[in-house]
């Protein structure tokens, strides 16, 4: 293991576990699409990126139980709502596809820079899968970034739910960088460079995207990022999303399919 | 309202008298073929269509239905509309195709110097 001290260990598991859960929670939340997409090539495309979310996500899990964590499924299968890490934004109901589709947008490309910036991490596992979903998550901002274009510029029910979609949307993604105790011990051990760079970064790729597609960004004395979510506080619609994704697991946890 | 094992169908709030519409014409999308390359170099083999309003999209598409699983080097789309093909009703231009086996290269005099002389270098090489 590549880290000096517990502090470190400390660090690299926040991060871990506030990846993993927004990586399982959208995915669990897009994955309510399959079936009812707007159409079959779509909801083949978006439930399949879904199951690549839920793929990452494991993967991680696998790293905090490498770290002393217990095994995947128990931390994907047990915990209560106060005990997740994910950002409000992953937690709300898919709503309209409008809504589903920019959240899509500004998520994958958060994560997109975030695995970018990992890549180089000092902690080498971690760096691999960052390396390793590159493409994988390279498509799935192809796949919103062509998505969110067609229809910014599309019909003017299409540009106007955009842009609804937007401003309803953007507070909650800039929840996706709300700063942990761990940010300096992250950037000092060379783990993470940290969510204020991130949250730069992926500024400077979507913006000017939005902008382009003729879609307003909200003002940004309007700005009030959601937090809470990364340290347990969450909305009241991630407890009925776990129990119902827990459910076969909590009637025979040795269940096997 | 319907009730479903599914809990999003539950929660969708579906009337129960909701009468289905069906899409008018101009509500599909036009479709485009799909050719997928397995590595560079090897020839684009069509595989089937998808459904999109333009290229990017069907581009899009044609990846996560054509190349999801297995190797992909390249994909190629192109309006089904841009596809000239001959009529069935013509079949019978291939008719005698079948029986034209002097045109197959192994029948061709010159083979019997070729196998003598790949003979003669598996000797050689011993």
């Given at each position: 293991m590549d880290f000096f001290n517990e502090d470190h260990i400390a660090a690299a598991k926040d991060l871990l576990y506030k990846m993993a859960d927004d990586q399982l929670i959208i995915g669990h939340r897009n994955s309510e699409w399959t079936g009812l997409g707007p159409l079959l090539e779509e909801d083949i495309a978006f439930s399949s990126m879904a199951q690549d979310k839920i793929g990452q996500s494991e993967h991680l899990y696998e790293l905090l139980h490498q770290l002393g964590e217990s095994d995947p499924d128990n931390v994907a299968f047990?915990?209560?709502?106060?005990?997740f890490h994910c950002c409000h934004l992953v937690e709300w109901?898919?709503?309209?596809y409008d809504f589903s589709l920019i959240r899509h947008f500004l998520f994958d490309f958060a994560e997109a820079v975030r695995f970018d910036m990992l890549a180089?991490?000092?902690?080498e596992d971690l760096a691999k899968i960052a390396r390793k979903y590159r493409g994988e998550i390279k498509y799935h901002t192809m796949h919103a970034n062509t998505w969110v274009q067609q229809l910014a510029t599309g019909s003017d029910e299409s540009k106007s739910r955009m842009q609804n979609a937007l401003n309803e949307t953007w507070n909650l993604a800039l929840?996706?960088?709300?700063?942990?105790?761990y940010e300096d011990t992250l950037k000092t051990a060379g783990i993470f460079e940290g969510e204020a760079v991130l949250k730069r970064r992926w500024m400077d790729s979507v913006i000017p995207l939005l902008e382009k597609y003729g879609l307003n960004v909200p003002d940004e004395s309007t700005w009030a990022p959601v937090y809470g979510g990364r340290q347990g506080f969450h909305t009241g619609h991630l407890q009925p999303l776990l129990s119902e994704m827990t459910e076969v697991y909590a009637i025979d946890p040795t269940a096997d399919w | 309202m319907i009730k479903s094992l599914d809990p999003r169908i539950t929660r969708a709030?579906?009337?129960?008298?909701d009468q289905i519409q069906p899409l008018q014409e101009m509500d599909q999308f036009q479709t485009y073929e799909v050719f997928h390359q397995k590595k560079r170099g090897q020839q684009h083999v069509h595989v089937g269509i998808v459904h999109a309003p333009n290229p990017d999209m069907a581009l899009i598409y044609a990846k996560e239905q054509y190349a999801r699983r297995g190797e992909t080097a390249n994909l190629w789309v192109v309006p089904s509309d841009q596809v000239f093909a001959t009529d069935y009703l013509d079949?019978?231009?291939?008719?005698?195709t079948e029986e034209?086996?002097?045109?197959?290269?192994?029948?061709?005099?010159?083979m019997d110097r070729i196998k003598a002389y790949k003979e003669r270098r598996k000797q050689e090489n011993k």
């Open positions: 047990t915990r209560n709502a106060d005990q109901p898919i709503g309209e180089n991490s000092s902690y929840g996706i960088f709300e700063e942990g105790k | 709030n579906i009337n129960v008298e079949q019978d231009i291939f008719t005698t034209k086996h002097y045109r197959d290269p192994g029948t061709y005099k010159v």
